[in-house]
């Protein structure tokens, strides 16, 4: 084979990829963009807005990120993280010492039953009874609605994480994309270089001089 004819098939198969690797990059690009948009845009939509530093508490002015975002709007999946994880994460572990919505559904299952035990036997415990099952509902209903926002505010660091990769992986498909260019100019360049005749590894002849 003719050294030019193979350095055009490399070079053409390198201007080959260098395209499919822009075109990845360009939907990698896309798709980072929209989750950035997107997460943005939800977030916003919330209103919500970190604390401002003189108003924190004790406990979370030791949080580095409730410091460092005080007074903002949650608008970014970082944000949305630091207030799912430290802000009501702290708030619910303070709220029920720590326990669940399904943790809280034992006792308020068992003040109900005795609740109702109470008003058959008109027990003078009754209000009391009542007292502490509002009291373990309110924690119930409370710890479910912050759970709730905390899960939601997770989906969208993650979708934001995903939308971070994509873009980290849309520049090296760039890169790449520029290298094999590169090497496809070059190898173009060495090909109009190559005169028409040369072959590709052609053998050698050695003559052997023999002494008799």
Not at 133 to 146: I, P
Not at 167 to 193: D, I, K, P, W
């Amino acid at each position: 084979m003719k050294r030019r004819t193979l350095d055009f098939l490399f070079s053409v198969g390198g201007l080959g990829l260098a395209v499919l690797l822009l075109v990845i990059g360009i939907v990698l690009t896309s798709n980072a963009n929209f989750a950035n948009d997107y997460v943005r845009d939800q977030l916003g939509a919330q209103n919500i807005t970190f604390t401002p530093v003189d108003q924190l508490g004790e406990d979370e002015k030791k949080v580095d990120c409730l410091v460092e975002y005080a007074g903002e709007r949650l608008t970014t999946g970082k944000q949305a993280e630091c207030y799912a994880n430290e802000y009501i994460g702290l708030h619910l572990k303070n709220m029920a010492g720590g326990k669940t919505y399904a943790d809280l559904g034992e006792p308020q299952s068992r003040l109900r039953e005795q609740v109702a035990a109470a008003q058959q036997s008109n027990d003078p415990a009754l209000a009391d009874l009542q007292g502490q099952l509002a009291e373990v509902s309110a924690q119930r209903d409370t710890v479910f609605k912050g759970e709730t926002l905390r899960g939601l505010l997770l989906t969208s660091y993650g979708f934001s994480e995903m939308g971070a990769k994509a873009g980290q992986a849309a520049t090296v498909m760039y890169l790449g994309a520029a290298l094999l260019l590169l090497l496809s100019l070059a190898g173009l360049v060495h090909a109009f270089r190559t005169p028409p005749s040369q072959a590709f590894a052609a053998p050698t002849s050695e003559r052997v001089d023999t002494a008799v």
